[in-house]
């Protein structure tokens, strides 16, 4: 097996437990930031590649199979093996930290340099994918309902709206966004949160 099919099973495999802990597969598709026709066909390629359903589908939602509550008690255990290997590279590799910032493609940040200067054990990285940002600078408001966001309100004549969110459970995120909030606070004295 080759890496790609590994990232494929892994995939699955986590896929199926947020399933069955949300009880549907749109709500999982919502609190993970993907397409619930996406998550959807995962799953269903996922079943192929296994060769066994993982759920009974109806309109009241997703209820695992007994080979889909064994897959879940997989994820279990690989969550918990990526959580290790997580804190050990989050206590052994402290000066390779790199933080993800996405900026909506209408919009421009500068003096960022100024924190890489300031925090120089942090480096940032600008992804093109929102899904893959540690910190979301946007003009248009988070698709997901459960994100945790700033919103700024900017100009005096005319109002532009701003909105920040954090990975709340990385420091190194916090950090960044309290830098970008008060950048943006003192560039527009007015604002509001």
């Not at 359903?53 to 309109?59: D, G, I, P, V």
Request: hydrophobic share 35%.
């Amino acid at each position: 097996m080759n890496i790609k099919n590994y990232i494929t099973l892994i995939r699955g495999i986590l896929y199926v437990q947020e399933i069955i802990r949300c009880k549907s597969i749109n709500r999982a598709a919502e609190e993970n930031n993907i397409k619930a026709p996406n998550l959807s066909l995962i799953i269903n390629n996922f079943e192929k590649e296994i060769g066994t359903k993982l759920f009974k589908r109806s309109s009241q939602g997703c209820v695992p199979t007994k080979q889909g509550r064994k897959v879940a008690e997989l994820a279990a255990d690989l969550r918990e093996q990526i959580q290790k290997i997580g804190n050990w590279h989050e206590n052994t590799c402290p000066k390779n930290r790199v933080l993800n910032i996405y900026i909506s493609p209408n919009m421009e940040l500068t003096d960022w340099s100024e924190f890489e200067k300031n925090h120089p054990t942090i480096k940032l990285n600008f992804v093109e994918e929102d899904i893959m940002a540690d910190v979301k600078i946007s003009n248009v408001p988070p698709t997901n309902p459960r994100e945790k966001y700033t919103e700024l309100h900017i100009g005096s004549s005319l109002k532009q709206k701003i909105w920040v969110c954090c990975n709340e459970r990385n420091p190194k995120a916090l950090e960044f966004f309290d830098f970008i909030i008060e950048k943006l606070l003192l560039l527009y004295g007015q604002s509001t949160l």
